[in-house]
């Protein structure tokens, strides 16, 4: 077995088609297909099923694709490391954040890294919560912000942070209220993020558990339209603090909390217990910290600071 069959190995399964991966990897097909049936013939087992859309892996194929996965990851991570003996960490480093902790944390991420790191290549790939623990379990992502509402048993956390989901309307909606009951909450015009959601999930827990049924005008699976059509005054929403603390700050939304026991989330900080740490992923899970904490001190950040909290074996 050659290295260069787990490459291979790998894009074919990436793309899901053994042309587009031949052009990927600018080897002719036919040859690529003869390198898939060594491997396969080594192997004893078929890695691929085949059909006129494509290819896609067996149970065995994506056993092995997991393994390969790490093996090619592993060699890269002990090529950085030579790097790092000399120059310091060094090295591709991507970051899974959600949508609301990229609007917070983001562009102060980058420019920690780019100052104190600028050895670790950044990347930050956006996105909701249960795509960013599949792409991590997968080894596509070093480390992930992720929520309470995901599930995945391959990956270890980190509680950072619990913060409230609050009520949103436009500027001066709730004429500085300090909270609204929730039966208040029902009767109005509600814009909701759209299911399968783990905010939504939690929100409509709550109205069924008390027995209320919200006034649900629309859902909307495009988190920065529902801030502006808020503002727009076409209706109220729940969201986490991270996702508006800037709007409330230039009076652009007014936010007020739900009476009763707290809605709220948990912010944890995701790595994979397959794929170890590099060093220069572990100065930027560090920094991650580090801006929590600093999001937290200075009020941009509405919760609580969970740092100290021991470590789960996967998300709640």
């Known amino acids: 077995m050659e290295l260069r069959q787990l490459k291979y190995f790998v894009s074919i399964v990436d793309m899901g088609s053994l042309s587009r991966a031949s052009l990927s990897l600018h080897i002719a097909q036919p040859a690529l297909s003869q390198q898939l049936s060594r491997l396969e013939d080594e192997l004893g087992v078929k890695l691929l099923d085949r059909s006129v859309r494509g290819v896609s892996p067996t149970g065995a194929g994506r056993?092995?694709?997991?393994?390969?996965?790490?093996?090619?990851?592993?060699?890269?991570?002990?090529?950085?490391?030579?790097?790092?003996?000399?120059?310091?960490?060094?090295?591709?480093?991507?970051?899974?954040?959600?949508?609301?902790?990229?609007?917070?944390?983001?562009?102060?991420?980058?420019?920690?890294?780019?100052?104190?790191?600028?050895?670790?290549?950044?990347?930050?790939?956006?996105?909701?919560?249960?795509?960013?623990?599949?792409?991590l379990s997968s080894g596509k992502l070093d480390l992930a912000i992720l929520f309470d509402d995901s599930s995945n048993s391959g990956l270890a956390v980190t509680p950072l942070f619990s913060e409230p989901l609050l009520l949103i309307g436009p500027p001066g909606s709730f004429e500085q209220r300090q909270s609204l009951p929730l039966s208040e909450v029902a009767r109005l015009p509600l814009l909701l993020l759209s299911p399968p959601n783990g905010i939504r999930r939690?929100?409509?827990?709550?109205?069924?558990?008390?027995?209320?049924?919200?006034?649900?005008?629309?859902?909307?699976?495009?988190?920065?339209?529902?801030?502006?059509?808020?503002?727009?005054?076409?209706?109220?929403?729940?969201?986490?603090?991270?996702?508006?603390?800037?709007?409330?700050?230039?009076a652009q939304l007014d936010s007020t909390e739900i009476a009763g026991e707290p809605l709220e989330r948990t912010v944890l900080l995701s790595t994979s217990r397959l794929f170890p740490l590099t060093t220069a992923a572990e100065c930027v899970t560090k920094a991650v910290h580090r801006l929590v904490a600093a999001a937290a001190h200075r009020k941009r950040w509405r919760g609580r600071l969970l740092n100290d909290a021991p470590q789960h074996k996967s998300p709640l």
């Open 63 to 135: 056993a092995f694709y997991d393994q390969a996965v790490l093996i090619l990851k592993q060699i890269d991570n002990a090529k950085v490391c030579v790097t790092q003996a000399d120059a310091g960490p060094a090295g591709r480093v991507v970051i899974g954040l959600p949508w609301t902790i990229s609007n917070l944390l983001g562009l102060d991420l980058l420019q920690e890294v780019r100052q104190s790191f600028p050895g670790i290549q950044l990347e930050i790939m956006e996105g909701p919560s249960s795509l960013l623990s599949g792409l």
């Open 202 to 250: 939690k929100i409509d827990l709550r109205f069924s558990e008390a027995g209320l049924h919200p006034i649900i005008v629309g859902d909307i699976n495009a988190p920065r339209l529902l801030e502006r059509a808020i503002a727009k005054g076409l209706g109220y929403s729940v969201l986490p603090a991270s996702g508006i603390e800037d709007w409330i700050r230039d």
